[in-house]
């Protein structure tokens, strides 16, 4: 598998800052509309999910205190996903799957974790203000089958099949490889983290490598790597909370710093949860929710289903499709705070339907800084080919009937 090179910070400070986000092919072609949205979306920003949030010597200062429990949705966070929903609906409307007046049909699940509760509360209300919206999920702390398929033992997943595929997708200089190509980032990393100490402090110490298997559970790093993306999410999302820079890395990072370090929680993805085997496994339960709320011919289903998860489902579904995007102010393909793939359901005047496939999201920016969107300033939106298909001359744009049949295929584990 080819190498993601570095993002390029340049380019994507500029982006965030300038307010001027590509909408890359988001124009629909002549003669469809959109009648359906799909999403998978990840939850707003929280704080880390354990208090401290890594082993003692990791840094050499006290880890910043939040205001809500450990991995808990944030005001900052519930206020950035009440802007975004504002956006969504403004598209929706111009679009036509909201109506300007009244109520859209629209059904919510989310996982049981409190942020993706939260989240799916604040953005449902906001996106249909007095509306009715049915959002549905388990009790608070419950594990989820359709969220957590491996880890609720609801998927057969072998983890010797596993990690012969992550190893296959790493390429030929594997997981030691991506750590060389990241070492001038990861001492970076460890300057942030220690400052002027050097001595038994920071992440790069030990070499990364695949954590041993454990049988029924999903792949995962050890060593330097997998340090790294955990502070480098951390990093993340205390700038996206809007916390002075004096406080964001012990004021040793900068926003250039944040971008590039989001590089190592973009490469834990592609190399743990985009390999199609770990990948299908990890859709079981959101797949066949996808594909079928898509395909629902009935006229009384939901115009808008969103699935409120996490970084790792949505980065699964991208590895089962081939999807890419780059948010500013993150690394490709790295699942941002907010973000969602979206599938648009498509309609030809002679009623024949389509698929494509969106990624929409704040910018680190637009989050850290809780803009507020009009025509002027929007979020990112960018349209992502899907593999294999081609309709109407478009590259990427699905039919239905090829949709069902790739998803189909891809949650089996065919090569389709």
């Given at each position: 598998m080819r190498s993601i090179p570095l993002l390029s910070v340049a380019v994507a400070i500029g982006l965030a800052s300038s307010g001027t986000v590509a909408r890359g092919q988001s124009r629909i072609s002549a003669g469809l509309r959109v009648d359906r949205v799909v999403m998978l979306m990840r939850h707003g920003v929280r704080p880390p999910t354990k208090s401290p949030p890594m082993p003692t010597g990791t840094a050499a200062n006290a880890w910043p205190e939040w205001p809500v429990k450990p991995g808990y949705l944030t005001q900052h966070g519930a206020d950035a996903l009440r802007r975004l929903a504002a956006a969504d609906r403004a598209d929706f409307v111009t679009t036509g799957v909201m109506p300007r007046q009244g109520c859209a049909r629209i059904r919510m699940v989310a996982d049981s974790d409190q942020r993706t509760i939260a989240t799916a509360d604040v953005w449902g209300a906001a996106v249909a203000p007095g509306c009715p919206v049915d959002i549905t999920h388990r009790p608070q702390d419950v594990g989820d089958p359709i969220f957590s398929p491996i880890d609720e033992k609801a998927v057969a997943f072998d983890a010797a099949a596993a990690r012969a595929a992550v190893i296959a997708d790493a390429g030929p200089g594997g997981v030691a490889g991506e750590e060389h190509r990241l070492r001038p980032v990861l001492a970076r990393l460890d300057r942030i983290l220690c400052g002027s100490v050097r001595k038994a402090c920071g992440v790069a110490g030990e070499p990364s490598a695949l954590a041993p298997i454990k049988?029924?559970?999903?792949?995962?790093?050890?060593?330097?790597?997998?340090?790294?993306?955990?502070?480098?999410?951390?990093?993340?999302?205390?700038?996206?909370?809007?916390?002075?820079?004096?406080?964001?890395?012990?004021?040793?990072?900068?926003?250039?710093?944040?971008?590039?370090?989001?590089?190592?929680?973009?490469?834990?993805?592609?190399?743990?949860?985009?390999?199609?085997?770990?990948?299908?496994?990890?859709?079981?339960?959101?797949?066949?929710?996808?594909?079928?709320?898509?395909?629902?011919?009935?006229?009384?289903?939901?115009?808008?289903?969103?699935?409120?998860?996490?970084?790792?489902?949505?980065?699964?579904?991208?590895?089962?499709?081939?999807?890419?995007?780059?948010?500013?102010?993150?690394?490709?393909?790295?699942?941002?705070?907010?973000?969602?793939?979206?599938?648009?359901?498509?309609?030809?005047?002679?009623?024949?339907?389509?698929?494509?496939?969106?990624?929409?999201?704040?910018?680190?920016?637009?989050?850290?800084?809780?803009?507020?969107?009009?025509?002027?300033?929007?979020?990112?939106?960018?349209?992502?080919?899907?593999?294999?298909?081609?309709?109407?001359?478009?590259?990427?744009?699905?039919?239905?009937?090829?949709?069902?049949?790739?998803?189909?295929?891809?949650?089996?584990?065919?090569?389709?």
């Open positions: 049988p029924g559970s999903r792949p995962k790093l050890s060593g330097a790597l997998d340090r790294a993306s955990t502070v480098a999410q951390i990093l993340l999302l205390e700038y996206a909370d809007g916390k002075p820079m004096a406080e964001i890395g012990w004021g040793r990072a900068t926003a250039a710093d944040i971008a590039q370090a989001s590089e190592f929680h973009a490469v834990e993805f592609r190399l743990l949860a985009r390999p199609r085997y770990v990948a299908a496994a990890n859709m079981a339960g959101i797949g066949p929710l996808v594909r079928d709320a898509l395909g629902d011919a009935s006229v009384d289903a939901p115009t808008i289903t969103v699935l409120s998860g996490h970084d790792t489902n949505v980065a699964s579904l991208a590895g089962l499709l081939d999807l890419h995007w780059r948010v500013p102010g993150l690394a490709v393909d790295d699942p941002s705070p907010g973000g969602a793939i979206m599938f648009e359901r498509l309609i030809d005047p002679a009623g024949q339907r389509y698929v494509r496939a969106v990624y929409r999201s704040q910018t680190l920016d637009q989050i850290r800084g809780l803009t507020t969107f009009g025509s002027a300033i929007k979020p990112y939106r960018t349209v992502m080919p899907i593999a294999t298909c081609s309709a109407r001359g478009i590259r990427g744009l699905c039919t239905m009937a090829a949709f069902k049949a790739l998803m189909t295929a891809r949650l089996v584990g065919k090569q389709q």
